[in-house]
């Protein structure tokens, strides 16, 4: 932009929009150092008009309850949308395009729901909808994609997108808790939200994942097809064996490329303890990217919060904000991204682990080993625990690599024998 | 740029340069689709045109000895400067400013020394010169400081820098290796230069720690005064005693920012091993930046190599490639960047490791611990260890935080000492 005040107006003042106006006001003269522009947030849409608010940024802010008072104030170069929902910051968005303005957002399961639409309606008026706080929070990994790597070829994508599914499943490493005491711990330390569900059932990895695969391979991967599964069905008991072999359970979101097909998803699974994503605990983020020119990366950092998300949203508005600059919504060129080439979930090969409940009696080592086999499914390691009076006898398997197919349907024969006391549990290891 | 097709003349064409044309050959479409742009390498400096090439990017680029073929084909639109060195590069870049080109470099020595007159001169011209390749190679760390963060006031950056450091460390670290064998596996791995002082000594990490600070604080900390100390002392019973205390000895550039004043410096420091920078092995590279609203970031990945740096050359390439792309150099808006308002280095506080070689006879704690408190320095544990026939009795302090300036004379008076039987070594702890 040509002008010398950036104005602003904030959808939305919760945790967020908080943290973006505190860090205008603390580090402002160094963004007009940097940009040579002063960011003033002229307006800020809130629910409730009534609400004690802990910080106003500044006496020139004016708090409304009328989205037409964004919407219509020609003085407004950028909408900053921290609402979160769907219809109406969809129909907030929609409407800042069609009044001229830039859009700046952090909610990402609107982008990863109605990103296409959205771009392509960006991309038609010629508009800025940056994102770079849907992701991660404050780790950099929207401009890195766009911009830093947009020479690569990405061929995977590894990520632990959740801080919430993260700091609980590091409590119940680290204290051998079960789900549920680590979850009212995440909720005590104001990391889990009053219904986590989101959270914990992987969703809100899933919508982020898609806001990676758009910007690493321009395609758009359906959520709705992506197979996504949560942490909430996890025994301590699992982790407990887990790093009894070496490995350490972390909830990942992962897409992987294989000759222009995409394999992706969201799951739990077992990390080896030397993995560079293994030490990401508590709340933290990373994510390890591999293009076929840089290689590995990896970033790290905080993944939510109210200052590294400001941050994240500041450092689009100042990129939108400078001199002749030019627009790089998706990081491609196209109007909208085509559908991805998406490789049938079930084909993904992983290394896999195991934990059948069985009685203990003669054979049954030998009758699962024999269904593997049948399934091709090659084990690697196998360990059998000593259960409660030869009842419920844990029984564990690592395997090396093989089909999720064929692992389901070695599963499904496996479940069906009468030793077999509960369901299989089942996650895979990454490398 | 306003154009389709992006012109480049390489200066250069040793490992990156041929690393930057296989990629633009491999990854060209997929250029085409991000950028809408084509690149195509028109000209190649190179030194020795008879020499046998590996790889010559298509039948369209043009070898040649003669810089003038670069300097006057007025469709070159950037100049990439890959040759390395001092005089010849500075000639080549401010010659090409005159011609209008802009210039991508990979050149962190000459950046280091004469960053400010050359990005003086880019400002005057309103060309871009722009330096990705130049600190960790493939890491996007330049555009991460320029933009990402740069609504941050950065607090503090603590970086493995120099892979060919690390690479020794590591090796001395997993194996028990001296500094000459370490080196040597350096070198068969082809990690380390025939002649590799600027790796070892903490030049290289000095040159790119100049480059940093200027990113992110917007202020010239001249390379002659930032105190730089290499690795060529470290002996392995530093690094086995290190790991005794829990710790790990790595090459540390490092600059933090006390109410405005800098205190930088390049120096082997010991690592408690669960610290995130612990773990960064072999010839990577990671860097951990602090932000006043992003809080801790990590960064991690090849910090040289042919394909790593080229990407970060090519993003450089593509920015500046792309329509309507703003200028932006430094990440702020003077011509020229004033000097760093620099803290006295030894008025840095840290925590510190000793290990003092003595005699083996009554009072020798007593008196060096004496001393230690003379200087206010406060001791955290103390080990003295058995020694070859009571002689060169090793004694391991290690420190609570202290003035570098009070370990100075504190040391002075310590070495002094008739039962002090070799000098003392000294390692600052990072926490």
Redesign the interface.
């Given at each position: 932009m040509d002008k010398k005040t950036i104005i602003l107006g904030l959808a939305g003042f919760g945790t967020v929009g908080t943290?973006l106006a505190r860090?205008?006001q603390?580090?402002g003269e160094?963004?007009e150092?940097?940009?040579?522009k002063k960011l003033v947030i002229k307006k800020i849409l809130v629910r409730d008009l009534s609400k004690v608010r802990p910080f106003i940024p500044g006496p020139e802010a004016i708090l409304t309850d009328n989205v037409q008072d964004l919407l219509s104030d020609p003085e407004i170069d950028i909408v900053v949308e921290l609402m979160g929902g769907l219809e109406t910051a969809l129909e907030l968005i929609r409407r800042s395009f069609e009044k001229g303005k830039h859009v700046v957002t952090a909610n990402k399961a609107l982008l990863a729901e109605k990103g296409n639409e959205l771009f392509a309606l960006a991309h038609e008026k010629k508009l800025g909808l940056y994102y770079?706080a849907s992701v991660a929070g404050?780790?950099?990994i929207v401009?890195?994609l766009k911009?830093?790597?947009?020479?690569?070829?990405i061929t995977s994508i590894t990520g632990i997108l959740n801080g919430t599914a993260n700091f609980i499943l590091s409590e119940m490493t680290s204290k051998g808790q079960d789900f549920i005491t680590a979850l009212d711990a995440a909720r005590e330390m104001g990391y889990a939200e009053a219904d986590p569900t989101l959270d914990i059932e992987g969703m809100d990895a899933a919508h982020k994942l898609v806001i990676l695969i758009r910007l690493a391979h321009?395609a758009d991967y359906p959520l709705s097809i992506l197979p996504v599964q949560g942490i909430s069905g996890v025994k301590a008991m699992d982790i407990a064996l887990a790093a009894e072999f070496g490995y350490v359970l972390k909830l990942i979101a992962q897409v992987r490329e294989k000759s222009g097909h995409l394999q992706a998803g969201v799951f739990p699974a077992l990390l080896p303890m030397?993995h560079?994503l293994a030490?990401v605990d508590g709340p933290f983020n990373s994510i390890l990217l591999k293009?076929?020119?840089?290689?590995?990366?990896?970033?790290?950092?905080?993944g939510a919060?109210d200052?590294?998300t400001?941050?994240?949203v500041?450092?689009d508005?100042?990129?939108l904000g400078?001199?002749?600059?030019?627009i790089?919504n998706t990081?491609?060129?196209?109007k909208v991204l085509p559908r991805a080439d998406i490789v049938e979930p079930d084909l993904a090969v992983y290394r896999h682990y195991f934990r059948m409940t069985a009685l203990d009696k003669p054979g049954v080592l030998s009758a699962v080993s024999g269904v593997m086999g049948e399934h091709n499914i090659s084990i690697a390691q196998a360990v059998q625990k000593p259960g409660p009076e030869g009842r419920d006898v844990p029984i564990v398997f690592l395997t090396h690599r093989a089909q999720l197919k064929a692992v389901y349907s070695a599963l499904q024969v496996i479940d069906e024998f009468e030793f077999i006391t509960a369901p299989t549990v089942h996650y895979r290891i990454l490398k």
């Open positions: 943290g860090i205008i603390e580090n160094w963004i150092r940097r940009t040579g770079e404050g780790i950099p401009q890195t911009d830093s790597l947009a020479g690569n070829r321009g030397d560079i030490k293009g076929n020119a840089v290689g590995p990366i990896m970033l790290y950092g905080q919060g200052l590294p400001g941050s994240a500041l450092a508005i100042m990129t400078r001199d002749k600059a030019g790089n990081g491609f060129r196209e």
